[in-house]
């Protein structure tokens, strides 16, 4: 098997919870919680839950939009969260989210392959 090209190590995104008139922090809402997964060359990963579950922020941490408050995300075998410049742009052309309207995010003259 080869190497995967994306690799989630328990993930997990939490969300302040603020109250009051002064919006303190009273908690935390925990939005994806410890997920792992991973993909390798041609593969593909449906996520597929009810509204509100967390499938858009754990998209969005694996693609590299939004940190993760715990765990890791690995693109062929290195942090997301350390990749600059050239390996970077490299790392978001491999790894891409195909929104749930697909006639808004795919080209209908274009085939999948």
Do not use: W
């Amino acid at each position: 098997m080869a190497e995967p090209i994306l690799e989630a190590k328990q993930v997990s995104k939490a969300y302040p919870r603020r109250a009051g008139p002064l919006r303190r922090t009273v908690g935390a809402i925990r939005a994806v919680d410890q997920v792992s997964c991973a993909l390798s060359p041609g593969e593909t990963l449906g996520l597929v839950g009810e509204s509100g579950c967390g499938k858009t922020t754990l998209a969005r941490i694996l693609i590299g939009l939004l940190p993760p408050s715990d765990g890791e995300v690995l693109v062929r075998g290195q942090p997301f969260h350390r990749l600059r410049g050239a390996a970077l742009l490299a790392a978001r052309r491999a790894v891409q989210i195909v929104f749930q309207d697909p006639m808004n995010s795919l080209n209908p003259r274009l085939s999948v392959e």
